[in-house]
């Protein structure tokens, strides 16, 4: 079973960046799609940005499009999430995922292993 563990996160100012990293272990990681969903308190999790196997297929929500970039850096084991324009509204605890099938799913069902979890905090 794949782990994943996350850093990045904090605090920031409305209009300001942050970037989230996720590791994997293994040697398969360069065939996992791999996603990052959030979740507000009171709220269910949320689907943020997928990004397939080789990073030919990038999919975003809506809330999120022109202001997050997911990437991937496969020699790293590596998924990053890099967020700029950072809103209020953007404050949850966010997850990376893997789908270990290669499908860059947006919902967190087909999703097969989880980071632990990192919390980003954006003040107005």
């Known amino acids: 079973q794949v782990q994943l563990v996350q850093s990045g996160g904090g605090l920031v100012q409305a209009g300001g960046s942050l970037r989230l990293s996720c590791t994997a272990s293994?040697?398969?990681?360069?065939?996992?799609?791999m996603g990052w969903f959030r979740q507000a308190p009171g709220k269910e999790r949320e689907f943020v940005a997928a990004?397939?196997?080789?990073?030919?297929?990038?999919y975003y929500a809506d809330s999120v499009k022109g202001r997050f970039t997911i990437s991937r850096d496969n020699a790293k084991n590596t998924v990053y999430l890099q967020m700029n324009s950072l809103k209020p509204e953007d404050t949850a605890v966010y997850y990376c995922?893997?789908?270990?099938?290669?499908?860059?799913?947006?919902?967190?069902?087909?999703?097969?292993?989880w980071g632990q979890g990192t919390q980003v905090t954006v003040s107005s």
């Open positions: 995922a893997a789908n270990m099938a290669g499908v860059p799913a947006l919902a967190a069902p087909e999703y097969d292993a």
């Open positions: 293994g040697r398969t990681f360069s065939s996992y799609a």
């Open positions: 990004i397939s196997w080789n990073g030919g297929r990038r």
